[in-house]
């Protein structure tokens, strides 16, 4: 069981910056990917960024060149920086982690860290 708790979330006026955090519960198995997800009110939830154990990353369209996902293997951690706010990037965000073990599949979802953009 991987338990993943976000931090890091509030309010940032537009065009500002903001950090998130997930911190796993135990460390981060070999073939893990991390990633970010939001879901903004009356919105599907979204793939906003993701990155695997070594280090290949992929980005939603809205937020590439603007948002840079990390993670720190030795912490179990995953971070996203966000810069230049949009009031659009308002929502949810979503740690999630897949992993495998002994050739089977598993995931694990952090519950939710909402960032709000004013404007």
């Known amino acids: 069981q991987v338990q993943l708790v976000e931090s890091g979330g509030g309010l940032v006026q537009a065009g500002g910056s903001q950090r998130l955090s997930c911190a796993a519960s135990?460390?981060?198995?070999?073939?893990?990917?991390m990633s970010w997800y939001r879901q903004a009110p009356g919105k599907q939830r979204e793939l906003v960024a993701t990155?695997?154990?070594?280090?290949?990353?992929n980005y939603a369209a809205s937020v590439r060149g603007r948002f840079t996902i990390s993670r720190d293997n030795a912490k179990n951690t995953v971070s996203l920086q966000m810069n230049s706010l949009k009031p659009e990037d308002t929502a949810v965000y979503y740690c999630?982690?897949?992993?495998?073990?002994?050739?089977?599949?598993?995931?694990?979802w952090g519950q939710g860290i909402q960032v709000t953009v004013s404007s």
């Open positions: 135990r460390s981060i198995f070999s073939f893990s990917a």
């Open positions: 990155i695997t154990f070594g280090g290949n990353t």
């Open positions: 999630y982690a897949g992993w495998v073990e002994r050739s089977s599949t598993y995931e694990s």
